[in-house]
């Protein structure tokens, strides 16, 4: 059984330019374990989808090593790239093949015998059946991110890399993406996907990387990542004006733009209850309280701000 499903090792990509040289990826290290769900995240130019491509064997890279489902790149070029099935972040799709005739066509490219094909159940797990046969052109996008789903999924990959896949797509279709990674995941696939919504990840993922500048900011379990922050803000409305702010060691306390007063401290330096004390010291009368938790986008904010 295969323990690692995707290792790497001092990867670096320098795109050359006219402008200069860019430094997409600064010696990056990582290993991603078989059978999780893993998010790689980070900001807009973080290098993501340079590392994606590839590992999809789109972009090739400037130095460093690679090794999908035990296969190095450089070595096994072939095998690395059959263990490993990529929807990439744009919707490039040839517009005069048909939804199954680009999977045939897929398929074909990737070697999969014609009696191991299964693109008819693969447009259905999709739920694109009913357009098979349509013209590209008329699919909506959606539909083309579908496709683009479907043609990841021809070879029986080991791994499913995802780059965005819900960005800019309806409440639906989002749905039906995950649900689908979800089902592929329990039936043992391991999936990589990026993605801007925290929250998704935070749901989705077992372990996270954040990536910024091309480095590893931080790498964990979703759950340790989240724990890591043991920030607590309680949020409370003073009946009539609080002219003193509350304050001491360790609490945090800013106005808000709806007149609210924001106090963060941390859980492992003082009770919510010695808060709400060092309120009432200071004079306030609270007339409503919340509490909020830390979440990923926190976590993120924290580790990508500083580096
Ligand atoms: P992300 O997917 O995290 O937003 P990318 O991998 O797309 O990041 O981009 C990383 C950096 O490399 C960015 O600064 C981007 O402008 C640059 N870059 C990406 N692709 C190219 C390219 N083909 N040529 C030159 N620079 C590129
Ligand atoms: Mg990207």
């Known amino acids: 059984m295969q323990e690692t499903a995707i290792d790497i090792k001092g990867l670096t990509k320098i795109y050359r330019g006219r402008e200069g040289d860019k430094h997409a990826l600064k010696g990056l290290d990582l290993d991603i374990p078989a059978g999780c769900v893993f998010g790689l995240l980070g900001p807009n130019g973080a290098g993501k989808s340079t590392l994606i491509n590839i590992l999809a064997g789109l972009v090739r890279k400037t130095s460093g090593q690679v090794t999908i489902w035990g296969f190095d790149q450089d070595v096994n070029p072939r095998q690395s790239r059959a263990a490993i099935g990529v929807m990439p972040q744009e919707l490039n799709l040839d517009p005069f093949f048909n939804p199954r005739d680009a999977l ?41 991110r579908r496709l683009l789903l479907a043609k990841a999924l021809v070879h029986h990959p080991h791994i499913l890399v995802l780059d965005e896949p819900t960005a800019g797509v309806d409440i639906e279709l989002r749905q039906m993406l995950w649900e689908n990674v979800r089902r592929l995941n329990e039936q043992g696939m391991t999936i990589v996907l990026t993605t801007h919504y925290l929250e998704e990840a935070e749901e989705m993922c077992d372990e996270i990387a954040i990536i910024n500048h091309g480095r590893l900011v931080v790498r964990d379990k979703t759950r340790a990542l989240l724990g890591q922050l043991d920030t607590r803000r309680i949020v409370i409305r003073a009946e009539g004006p609080a002219d003193v702010m509350p304050g001491g060691q360790g609490l945090h306390a800013v106005r808000r733009d709806d007149g609210t007063l924001e106090l963060s401290y941390h859980a492992r330096d003082m009770t919510a209850d010695a808060v709400l004390a060092r309120v009432r010291a200071a004079g306030i009368v609270i007339s409503d309280m919340r509490t909020e938790q830390a979440d990923l986008e926190d976590v993120f904010l924290k580790l990508t701000r500083s580096r």
């Not at 999969?112 to 693109?119: E, I, L, N, T």
């Open 104 to 144: 045939e066509m897929q398929a074909g490219l990737y070697g999969v015998p014609k009696a191991q094909r299964r693109s008819d159940e693969i447009l259905e797990l999709v739920g694109l059946q009913d357009k098979a046969k349509a013209y590209a052109r008329t699919l909506s996008g959606g539909m083309r």
